[in-house]
Structure formats: structure tokens, C-alpha cells
Antibody, heavy 113, light 111 residues
Framework: QVHLVESGGGVVQPGGSLRLSCAAS????????MHWVRQAPGKGLEWIAF????????SYADSVKGRFTISRDDSKHTVYLQMNSLRSEDTALYYC??????WGHGARVTVSS | DIVMTQTPLSLSVTLGQPASISCKSS???????????LYWYLQKPGQSPQLLIY???SRFIGVPDRFSGSGSGTDFTLKISRVEADDVGVYYC????????FGQGTELEIK
């Protein structure tokens, strides 16, 4: 049974940094690409990042390119989202998802002074 | 960037009646491999999104056959043949041909 648990959310000031983690279990982690998708309060879904199963390639939405970095550690069955230069508009619930099929419950990030 | 546009943005349906949601993409979602990368998700209140339909018309595991997807190129439709109380939530279409992007969402409620 696929299980994804996000952690690392919290409150951060504008311009600050935060790293989200997504711990995976219940499947062969290194065989699947992983995504991050976010949802601002009361808003829709926004895809923000993807990393291939072998970690060889990453892609980003324009809204986070150059500020966010997705990475993975297959030995820990974990995917990360390093978020730098955070802005108020980055406030959202951040989901990790395996191939956009199985989703975690999300980690909340609030960017506020 | 590919823009996904859903209509309507809200839908109020009587139990047992059909419902239909339209999704239009700004570019064709047909790739050279012959597949069309259009997906439908449902986000029930307080829950994470769940995949309903992949590649336009294929139902994901466990999705009732009341749900069906159709369309091609840039125009797609999700239909629910008979709405049930458990179908309440926000429906999103998503493209996966160039990066990924979601439609604005269509909120379905029971009349």
C-alpha cells in the first residue's frame, strides 16, 4: 500500500527558506517519478516540480523555477523540496505525489512576517 | 505554457441526475506516441486529490463506471451518469504533455 508522508512545513518570513520532505513506503521507490503540487488556501491545484525515477532530470513550474529545488534520496525513500526566497504567494498546502497517482496528505507552509 | 480551462466552475446536481464538465486546453494534448495526456481528478472536501481518469477515457482502479471521460485534441469532457452524494467535491482536469497544469476546478454540489 502506497504511503506518502510530507513533513517540514511551518511558518517562515518572506525571503526565508524551508525544506519539505516526503517519506515514501509501500512501493519500490526508485522506480517512480515524484511530484510536488501545491494548493493555496481556498484555491486550486498548482503543479510545481517533478523528478524522474533515476533523479537524472527535474522540471519546474515558472512560478518556482530558480527558487525551488526538488531532489531525492533513494536510500531513504524520500523526496525533498528545498524552497528559497519564499514569498507570501508561496503560502499553500504542499502535496507530494507518486506519478500524480498516489498523493500524501500535505504539509502546510505559511510565508508571513 | 498550456492553459487548461474548465466550465462550468460550479455545478449543482440532483441526486441520480447526470453531470458534465468541460475542459479545454490551449494546445493539443496528443503526443507523437499516440497517447493524449489528459487526466481528471476529484478532490473531496478535506482530502487529497484522487485520480479518476487517465489518458482521456481510462478509469483508474476502483473508479465506478458512472464516471466516463471523452474528447480529443484540445476538448475534453468528464461525465457522471448518475450523481451520488459521495461525488461531491472539486473536479480538476490536468494536462501532462508539457510539464503539467491543472484547470481551475469545478465544484460539484448536490441540489
Amino acid at each position: 500500500q502506497v504511503h506518502l508522508v510530507e513533513s517540514g512545513g511551518g511558518v517562515v518570513q518572506p525571503g526565508g527558506s524551508l525544506r519539505l520532505s516526503c517519506a515514501a513506503s509501500g512501493f519500490t521507490f526508485n522506480r517512480f517519478g515524484m511530484h510536488w503540487v501545491r494548493q493555496a488556501p481556498g484555491k486550486g491545484l498548482e503543479w510545481i516540480a517533478f523528478i524522474r525515477s533515476d533523479g537524472s532530470s527535474q522540471s519546474y513550474a515558472d512560478s518556482v523555477k530558480g527558487r525551488f529545488t526538488i531532489s531525492r534520496d533513494d536510500s531513504k525513500h524520500t523526496v525533498y523540496l528545498q524552497m528559497n526566497s519564499l514569498r507570501s504567494e508561496d503560502t499553500a498546502l504542499y502535496y507530494c505525489a507518486r506519478e500524480l497517482v498516489s498523493w500524501g496528505h500535505g504539509a502546510r507552509v505559511t510565508v508571513s512576517s | 505554457d498550456i492553459v487548461m480551462t474548465q466550465t462550468p466552475l460550479s455545478l449543482s446536481v440532483t441526486l441520480g441526475q447526470p453531470a458534465s464538465i468541460s475542459c479545454k486546453s490551449s494546445q493539443s494534448l496528443l503526443r507523437s506516441d499516440g497517447k493524449t495526456y489528459l487526466y481528471w481528478y476529484l478532490q473531496k472536501p478535506g482530502q487529497s486529490p484522487q485520480l479518476l481518469i487517465y489518458e482521456v477515457s481510462s478509469r483508474f482502479i476502483g473508479v465506478p463506471d458512472r464516471f466516463s471521460g471523452s474528447g480529443s485534441g484540445t476538448d475534453f469532457t468528464l461525465k457522471i451518469s448518475r450523481v451520488e452524494a459521495d461525488d461531491v467535491g472539486v473536479y480538476y482536469c490536468m494536462q501532462g504533455i508539457y510539464l503539467h497544469s491543472f484547470g481551475q476546478g469545478t465544484e460539484l454540489e448536490i441540489k
